[in-house]
């Protein structure tokens, strides 16, 4: 495997943290990411926000081509906001890109910004979660979880953790993070075009995304 990853221990279960700002579940072959907010650029367009149309998209879709072509998932987890709001021609490079895939079942837990109707991802091969899925002892869903039950892990995303890194000379580097406070593992955001929330780290163990590697701290 890469150097550039980060090999971590959930509940006795090996979980490869990526650089790309999302995990690789071995055991399974399983892809898990977070608010890639597909159609974000296209939705500000349309509202009038000027911005570049390709801005975050072919950035994401070098990011997830690459992740396929190294770990070979057989199924990649979305944790929700997979699309950022209504439908628009990005949705179509969506099935265009995954139509090259047919091999890898593609799993999507709704976020708050999946609104497109059940019948269009389903067209897309998407298997469609309301709130969350649990496997084993972990439950993955898009928002944490107010109450987690006794013994259970939940991997979720919609915050977008990042952190402060402070240097010698008292300069500030913001780098977005993987968060864990157990029972909850927060996922950094997958999406180019998102921004971030800054998480105190506290108690918790936090595992900086560079562009090249993670790094715990």
Known sequence: MNEALHTFFLG?????????????????????????????????????????????????????????????????????????????????HFLDFFHLYPQIKLILV???????PENVYQEANLALWEEQLEEEFIIYSHAPLAAVPSGMLNIAGHV???TILTGKGKQKLRLPCFHYQPPLFLLPAFGDLTGTFILPKG???????????VVAL
């Not at 490869?16 to 579940?25: Q, R």
């Not at 108690?203 to 590697?213: E, I, L, P, R």
Request: proline letters at 5%; glycine letters at 6%; hydrophobic letters at 40%.
């Open 12 to 92: 006795g279960k090996t979980v490869y943290l990526l650089p790309e700002k999302c995990i690789f579940l071995p055991e399974n072959a399983t892809l898990v990411l977070a608010d890639i907010h597909l159609g974000k650029a296209a939705h500000f367009r349309k509202s009038g926000i000027i911005i570049p149309a390709n801005a975050g998209t072919l950035q994401d879709y070098a990011k997830l081509h690459r992740l396929i072509s190294k770990y070979q998932p057989k199924r990649i987890l979305f944790l929700g906001d997979l699309f950022h709001s209504d439908t628009n021609k990005s949705w179509q």
């Open 110 to 116: 709704r976020g708050n910004h999946d609104i497109l």
């Open 160 to 162: 977008h953790p990042a």
């Open 203 to 213: 108690n918790a163990k936090q595992f900086v995304v560079t562009n090249k590697s």
